[in-house]
């Protein structure tokens, strides 16, 4: 008996309810988790949701320096965060956007974002923030290659440029690509961690300016422009939690989708919860020590990239 399949247009609304509703709680569940393990109740799962619309209520206060760039960096942060959604198969399901080559598309887009955020950071002509901003650049130079190999090494596997066709056909457990797509997973961890500024690369948490890396770029915006930004990095968090639930979810939304979406929300909130272990167990490396961090997951991902090629040769 054959299973149900979902409908083009329910994919695709699934597909935009999970990019929608979803950003706020995958770091909800980060710091649920890094309470728990520190013995605390801490806040609700869902306080994000709170936040956010509190601060929507509030009334920015704006600093007499900045301009229309200072606004405009919000909005199209998370117009690119979206858009980059729209290329995400969720669960495996189909994609609103999707076509060969919009892999390079996707990493451009948030190439984009971070240089708005960038641009709305120095807007200000803060110290403090044009520090942040040198060392955001700095560091996602040294995580870009990582992703962008990571990418080739699933361009080979599957012969394709297409988001949706190299994470559809590459599920762990696909026999002999199997240990490449470890190298990749592990490497992706890595850009996780560091694309998302948590520990050990960044603290979310600090106050120390010195050391703040993400949080420092965003200290001048208040009201509706913070609620949109702290949108906007749950909604990156989500979509490269996103890309780690599809190269580890077993199921096929062609062939059992009932349990594909299930499996892939929930590997998702699975990340959260490592994330939530890695930061109660482990601490911010020193600032020097990051860049060999971020090399080791570029170093992960060229290795799979040369198993990858090796492999289908043989094939």
Not at 71 to 93: I, S
Request: proline residues 6%; contains cysteine.
């Amino acid at each position: 008996m054959s299973l149900p399949s979902l409908t083009v247009s329910t994919q695709w609304v699934l597909h935009l309810l999970t990019l929608l509703l979803l950003p706020p709680l995958i770091p909800g569940l980060i710091n649920k988790v890094k309470a728990v393990m520190a013995g605390r109740s801490g806040p609700p799962v869902l306080q994000l949701y709170y936040d956010l619309a509190k601060l929507a209520r509030k009334q920015a206060v704006f600093s007499r320096t900045t301009t229309w760039v200072f606004l405009a960096g919000p909005v199209g942060t998370v117009a690119a965060g979206l858009v980059a959604g729209l290329l995400v198969p969720f669960g495996h399901t189909g994609t609103p956007l999707s076509f060969e080559g919009d892999v390079i598309l996707f990493a451009y887009l948030f190439g984009l974002a971070r240089f708005l955020t960038v641009l709305s950071a120095l807007d200000t002509g803060s110290s403090f923030e044009g520090m942040g901003a040198a060392r955001e650049v700095a560091f996602s130079a040294l995580a870009e290659p990582a992703l962008f190999l990571g990418f080739a090494a699933l361009a080979k596997a599957s012969s394709s440029l297409s988001l949706s066709t190299m994470l559809l056909g590459s599920g762990l457990g696909s026999g002999r690509m199997a240990g490449p797509l470890i190298l990749v997973l592990v490497g992706w961890a890595i850009v996780f961690l560091a694309e998302n500024a948590r520990i050990p690369v960044d603290d979310p948490n600090t106050h120390l300016e010195l050391t703040m890396i993400h949080e420092v770029m965003i200290l001048d915006h208040s009201g509706p422009e913070l609620a949109v930004m702290q949108y906007a990095a749950g909604l990156k968090m989500t979509i490269y939690a996103g890309l780690i639930a599809a190269l580890l979810n077993p199921f096929d939304v062609a062939t059992a989708p009932l349990a594909a979406v299930p499996a892939a929300l929930l590997i998702m909130a699975l990340v959260a919860v490592a994330v939530g272990c890695v930061e109660s167990l482990t601490a911010r490396l020193r600032m020097r020590l990051v860049p060999r961090y971020l090399m080791l997951a570029s170093l992960l991902a060229a290795l799979c990239l040369g198993s990858a090629g090796w492999l289908v040769r043989s094939l």
